[in-house]
């Protein structure tokens, strides 16, 4: 079969982390998001996270993605265990093993009662950023994305704060000596999304392999904001 090797791996012209290929999985995202009812404040994150697979899944703005998205998505071992529930999986059809796993966390979090939590610490912490770094989910792979739902819409806020954390969290996170959270070269994938909507990647010393691990910032519309009417074509 064309393009096939003897261990099922693509060969390099059909590599599914081709820089197209990873603006394309970031600009579905960026888009669905802008297309979909956005969650009120007080949303849980799987709640959100469904919906937004579910806008993936059935809008037909996204029928010629050659994904599959599978929402909470477990990892398992050889003998059945379970591994790590990725959030989003995107698994291009014509790539027998690779995939593209989000974990999403929500941020600027108003909880009943009215107190407030910035949520950075559980992004860049064991169930958040850490699950790559430490867990299974980016395995053998070369990138994979943290997804930010920032619930008060202010991603500028969210960017210094997040940005700021990962600082102090740079040798957990095995960040390479020259990086921190900088905006991506990919950041076009995120111009047909909602505005203040913000990409920044790291890029992390696994041992075995560099994980590049990019950063979609979601900002959460108020209420009374309309949903942007015509994002531009995921192929334009």
């Known amino acids: 079969m064309s393009g096939w090797t003897f261990n099922g791996k693509l060969e390099s012209a059909f590599n599914p982390f081709d820089e197209d290929y990873l603006a394309e999985i970031l600009q579905s995202i960026a888009i669905a998001w802008a297309r979909m009812k956005h969650p009120k404040r007080n949303e849980i994150e799987d709640r959100i996270t469904f919906r937004l697979a579910g806008r993936l ?90 997804l930010g739902y920032v619930m008060d819409g202010d991603t ?10 990962i600082e102090v969290r740079r040798t957990p996170l095995r960040l390479l000596e020259t990086s921190k959270l900088v ?27 560099h994980l590049r691990l990019f950063h979609l910032l979601l900002p959460v519309r108020t209420q009374s904001q309309a949903p942007d009417s015509h994002p531009e074509s995921l192929r334009g």
């Open 57 to 146: 899944a059935n809008d037909t703005h996204f029928a010629e993605l050659p994904y599959d998205v599978i929402p909470q998505y477990w990892l398992l071992g050889l003998n059945g265990e379970r591994l790590g529930r990725l959030d989003i999986r995107f698994k291009h059809r014509h790539s027998q093993r690779d995939y593209f796993a989000f974990e999403s966390k929500r941020l600027h979090v108003t909880y009943p009662g009215g107190s407030c939590s910035t949520e950075y610490p559980t992004y860049a912490g064991n169930e958040g950023m850490m699950a790559f770094i430490e867990g299974q989910y980016a395995e053998g792979l070369p990138a994979g994305g943290m």
């Open 183 to 209: 905006k991506s070269s990919l950041m076009r994938a995120a111009a047909s999304g909602t505005k203040g909507t913000q990409l920044g990647e790291t890029e992390h010393d696994l041992g075995s392999h």
């Open 156 to 165: 500028d806020k969210a960017w210094v704060g997040l940005g700021n954390r």
